[in-house]
């Protein structure tokens, strides 16, 4: 019992996570990152970024943790991509 409550817990944290991410981002996309996105990459981050945080309530309500770690490991690394022209601009 106590092995399945952890692995519960241990699949809603990935679930969160997932969802912070989804918030942060969103809001990196307005503030340290606005500049390194034009608007039409901003409108297509927002919607792809709307459509996960709706499927998170919805349809991905009851996931597997893997399903959810595979949901953020590969926005993370569309978010890499992001963040090396980010740092490239920078330097």
Do not use: H, P
Not at 20 to 47: A, M, P
Not at 55 to 70: I, N, P, T
């Amino acid at each position: 019992m106590v092995a399945q409550d952890r692995k519960e817990k241990d699949r809603i944290d990935v679930k969160n996570a997932l969802e912070e991410y989804v918030y942060n981002l969103r809001d990196k996309l307005d503030g340290e990152y606005q500049q390194f996105v034009n608007e039409e990459e901003k409108s297509k981050w927002i919607t792809n970024l709307n459509a996960l945080e709706t499927w998170l309530y919805e349809d991905g309500e009851d996931q597997e943790r893997s399903v959810y770690a595979q949901k953020l490991e590969e926005l993370k690394v569309m978010v890499k991509k992001l963040t090396r022209r980010s740092y490239c601009t920078l330097v």
